[in-house]
């Protein structure tokens, strides 16, 4: 299932995964349902192998959205990506999913597709800050669970208390003419 455009819009985020030193971190959003990734037979035994309950984990990223439900751990975006916005975040902290909302990661999972830990393992936006807008990964997604926009920063700042209106028309209203 393609990821929904508008995943983050006028919505709360459930946590947060923050890149160590402290300024970028991108927000975790409401799940869409247990989508492709429950229905993998991979993923599945990989759940299974780890003794872990498969549950609805939500949408991590905000510009660069990775469906964390969708995501079969293909790793054809973290492939694609020219900047390695993405790691697969279990070669970092082998932890499960739901526990990997609201950690600190030190940016130093893999970037290698066949690198991932096993097929449990997510793409994750880790430097959505460094992206470059190409969409090479979103085209490559077989489950369609990247989105990549631009314009949800606003939702960004917004659930971070940072969003501040740009005002239309001239910069200086009181300018004389």
Same mark, same amino acid.
Not at 44 to 52: G, I, L, N
Not at 159 to 177: C, D, I, L, R
């Given at each position: 299932m393609p990821i929904k455009e508008d995943f983050c819009h006028d919505k709360k985020p459930v946590g947060k995964i /923050?890149?160590?030193?402290?300024?970028?971190?991108?927000? !975790? %959003?409401? +799940? $869409?349902?247990? @989508?492709?990734? +429950?229905?993998?037979? $991979? @993923? !599945?035994? &990989?759940?299974?192998?780890?003794?872990?309950? *498969?549950?609805k984990l939500g949408v991590s990223g905000t510009m660069v959205a990775v469906d964390w439900d969708s995501c079969v751990a293909d790793g054809a975006c973290i492939e694609a990506c020219p !900047? $390695? @916005?993405?790691? %697969?975040?279990?070669?970092?902290?082998?932890?499960?999913?739901i526990k990997a909302i609201n950690e600190t990661f030190e940016g130093t999972g893999s970037a290698v597709k066949e690198e991932r830990k096993d097929y449990s393992d997510n &793409?994750?936006?880790i430097r959505e800050h460094d992206c470059i807008w190409c969409m090479a990964c979103v085209s490559v997604c077989p489950p369609q669970a990247v989105l990549v926009d631009q314009g949800n920063q606003e939702w960004h700042e917004k &659930? &971070?208390?940072?969003? $501040?209106? *740009?005002? +239309?028309? /001239?910069?200086?209203?009181?300018?004389?003419?």
């Open positions: /923050s890149l160590a030193g402290g300024e970028y971190f991108h927000w !975790v %959003w409401p +799940s $869409q349902g247990l @989508v492709e990734a +429950s229905k993998d037979e $991979q @993923v !599945v035994a &990989a759940y299974k192998t780890h003794k872990e309950k *498969m549950e !900047v $390695q @916005v993405f790691q %697969w975040y279990r070669t970092e902290k082998d932890i499960p999913a &793409a994750d936006p &659930a &971070a208390g940072t969003f $501040q209106k *740009m005002e +239309s028309g /001239s910069a200086n209203p009181h300018a004389e003419h």
